[in-house]
């Protein structure tokens, strides 16, 4: 049984930084992908950033690169997203989900190709 668990998130103001925890329980597994995936209140599902396992290769949405960095420390089997120069926009609950499987560019971002989910951790961003 695969278990993901968020923690970190929290009220910052505007321009402040963030880093976003997720803790995963992985049995037997060799190649996976843990994805960050956020949603605004009534709006879809979106795909964050992911981290393979298999090389580490990264992936980002469009509109974090460059302010939002996905890492790993595969002994503490633990995903970070570290999260600068937050904006109001980025106000939503952050999901943490493992696709078994190797990531891809053209995939990676689509919420139904990862099988395992977290609960879920909110993140303000408001002065």
């Known amino acids: 049984q695969v278990q993901l668990v968020e923690s970190g998130g929290v009220l910052v103001q505007p321009g402040g930084s963030l880093r976003l925890s997720c803790a995963y329980s992985?049995?037997?597994?060799?190649?996976?992908?843990i994805g960050w995936f956020r949603q605004a209140p009534g709006k879809g599902r979106v795909g964050v950033a992911c981290?393979?396992?298999?090389?580490?290769?990264?992936y980002y949405g469009d509109s974090v690169k460059g302010r939002f960095t996905i890492s790993r420390d595969s002994a503490k089997n633990t995903v970070y997203l570290q999260m600068n120069s937050l904006k109001p926009e980025d106000t939503a609950v952050y999901y943490c989900?493992?696709?078994?499987?190797?990531?891809?560019?053209?995939?990676?971002?689509?919420?139904?190709?990862?099988?395992?989910w977290g609960q879920g951790t909110q993140v303000t961003v408001s002065s």
């Open positions: 992985v049995i037997a597994l060799r190649w996976y992908t």
């Open positions: 989900a493992l696709d078994l499987g190797s990531a891809s560019e053209t995939g990676w971002y689509v919420p139904w190709e990862y099988e395992y």
């Open positions: 981290i393979s396992s298999a090389d580490g290769s990264t």
